[in-house]
């Protein structure tokens, strides 16, 4: 979790907001997947790295960030426990970096004194984070500290500390928060301890990532033509759709809200494999479905151009998201259909598999 980072950044002046829509995950680190096209969940979409460091704006009188705070999206190989057995998965998070120091009064260099490191890991649910602290606990201590933490250990924020809110932890330099996960490496003074509190303060009254519970089914949530497969139990804009012509093959997705509460501002992408590409890529822009209420379905529909020609072996693919949150299930939130004729929409075979 806290190896060296120097390659793959994204460079920020520490006063600038920005989001990582545009960063690339770095592969080095998974074995045979160095050639592999990366992909950037949509969660990281919504993530600021501003709101996870220390700017200018948080630090007292007489700090200030050296340089500029380095933030990149990455992946990694991670043990993710499921259904109580351990399996390795890619994971992919945020991290941020930054240099804390004394101005020089003078202005001749950015710092004087010693330099303080803080580190952020921005995971996508708090298990994750947990999972990497953990793993970084067994590697540098030998095993995970109680909650208390280490007695022979100097902390840099009380283990036990009330802004956690029973959801974090810290041995050492190494501090756990809900999704977080963070590292100051300074002079092991009070100024260590400074900059710890001063983070904690932050992202303990950050927002955590909205979560959502959309749900693709298998037998109502994509739909080729006139023809409708399963039993309907109803969503406010789902119609039957005639092709406009032999080659224009409606295709319609309906999206499915599993959770409590509404999910707003939700998009449904569609997504294309030819025969023999071996790849998926996107179909037409991501479409909005607005608000679905708990219990309630949403859809979506476009209009495959065919291009005249016959089109077998192809798959069709429908996800459902909404930008910026975590959803509870992602597997679930994938639908893909297999064409096996030209054109007729009842020559469809029905599949869920989770994209990556």
């Given at each position: 979790?806290?190896?060296?980072?120097?390659?793959?950044?994204?460079?920020?002046?520490?006063?600038?907001?920005?989001?990582?829509?545009?960063?690339?995950?770095?592969?080095?680190?998974?074995?045979?997947?160095?050639?592999?096209?990366?992909?950037?969940?949509?969660?990281?979409?919504?993530i600021n790295p501003a709101d996870y460091v220390l700017l200018d704006s948080d630090l007292p009188a007489g700090f200030h960030v050296a340089g500029d705070i380095g933030a990149a999206a990455r992946a990694s190989e991670m043990a993710v426990m499921k259904d109580g057995k351990a399996q390795v998965e890619r994971v992919?998070?945020?991290?941020?970096?930054?240099?804390?120091?004394?101005?020089?009064?003078?202005?001749?260099?950015?710092?004087?004194?010693g330099n303080y490191l803080l580190s952020v890991y921005i995971y996508e649910t708090a298990d994750l984070a947990r999972s990497a602290w953990e793993k970084t606990m067994e590697e540098v201590y030998g095993g995970v500290p109680p909650p208390e933490g280490f007695e022979y250990v100097s902390n840099v924020i009380d283990p036990l500390d009330s802004r956690f809110g029973g959801d974090g932890a810290c041995a050492g330099p190494y501090i756990r928060y809900r999704n977080l996960a963070c590292t100051i490496f300074g002079n092991g003074d009070e100024n260590d301890r400074i900059i710890a509190s001063l983070w904690l303060d932050k992202v303990s009254v950050t927002k955590p990532p909205v979560q959502v519970n959309l749900k693709m089914r298998e037998d109502l949530s994509l739909?080729?033509?006139?023809?409708?497969?399963?039993?309907?139990?109803?969503?406010?804009?789902?119609?039957?759709?005639?092709?406009?012509?032999?080659?224009?093959?409606?295709?319609?997705?309906?999206?499915?809200?599993?959770?409590?509460?509404?999910?707003e501002d939700v998009y449904i992408q569609f997504y294309l494999e030819m025969p023999g590409e071996g790849e998926r890529s996107?179909?037409?822009?991501?479409?909005?479905?607005?608000s679905?209420?708990?219990?309630?379905?949403?859809?979506?529909?476009?209009?495959?151009?065919?291009?005249?020609?016959?089109v077998e072996g192809a798959v069709l693919g429908a996800k459902a998201y909404v930008p910026g949150t975590v959803d509870v299930d992602p597997d679930d939130d994938f639908i893909s259909i297999l064409c096996l004729f030209p054109f007729w929409p009842v020559a469809i075979r029905l599949s869920l598999s989770p994209i990556s």
């Amino acid at each position: 979790m806290f190896e060296d980072v120097g390659r793959g950044w994204k460079n920020l002046r520490a006063a600038l907001l920005f989001p990582l829509a545009a960063a690339l995950l770095v592969q080095a680190a998974i074995p045979g997947m160095a050639e592999e096209e990366p992909k950037i969940p949509e969660w990281i979409d919504g993530i600021n790295p501003a709101d996870y460091v220390l700017l200018d704006s948080d630090l007292p009188a007489g700090f200030h960030v050296a340089g500029d705070i380095g933030a990149a999206a990455r992946a990694s190989e991670m043990a993710v426990m499921k259904d109580g057995k351990a399996q390795v998965e890619r994971v992919a998070f945020v991290e941020a970096h930054e240099i804390i120091c004394r101005p020089d009064p003078e202005g001749k260099y950015d710092c004087i004194g010693g330099n303080y490191l803080l580190s952020v890991y921005i995971y996508e649910t708090a298990d994750l984070a947990r999972s990497a602290w953990e793993k970084t606990m067994e590697e540098v201590y030998g095993g995970v500290p109680p909650p208390e933490g280490f007695e022979y250990v100097s902390n840099v924020i009380d283990p036990l500390d009330s802004r956690f809110g029973g959801d974090g932890a810290c041995a050492g330099p190494y501090i756990r928060y809900r999704n977080l996960a963070c590292t100051i490496f300074g002079n092991g003074d009070e100024n260590d301890r400074i900059i710890a509190s001063l983070w904690l303060d932050k992202v303990s009254v950050t927002k955590p990532p909205v979560q959502v519970n959309l749900k693709m089914r298998e037998d109502l949530s994509l739909i080729m033509g006139h023809v409708y497969h399963g039993s309907f139990i109803g969503t406010e804009n789902f119609r039957p759709l005639l092709e406009k012509s032999a080659d224009q093959q409606a295709v319609q997705a309906q999206v499915f809200n599993a959770g409590n509460e509404a999910a707003e501002d939700v998009y449904i992408q569609f997504y294309l494999e030819m025969p023999g590409e071996g790849e998926r890529s996107k179909l037409g822009d991501p479409l909005p479905v607005g608000s679905v209420p708990p219990g309630e379905g949403r859809a979506a529909s476009i209009y495959w151009d065919l291009g005249g020609e016959n089109v077998e072996g192809a798959v069709l693919g429908a996800k459902a998201y909404v930008p910026g949150t975590v959803d509870v299930d992602p597997d679930d939130d994938f639908i893909s259909i297999l064409c096996l004729f030209p054109f007729w929409p009842v020559a469809i075979r029905l599949s869920l598999s989770p994209i990556s």
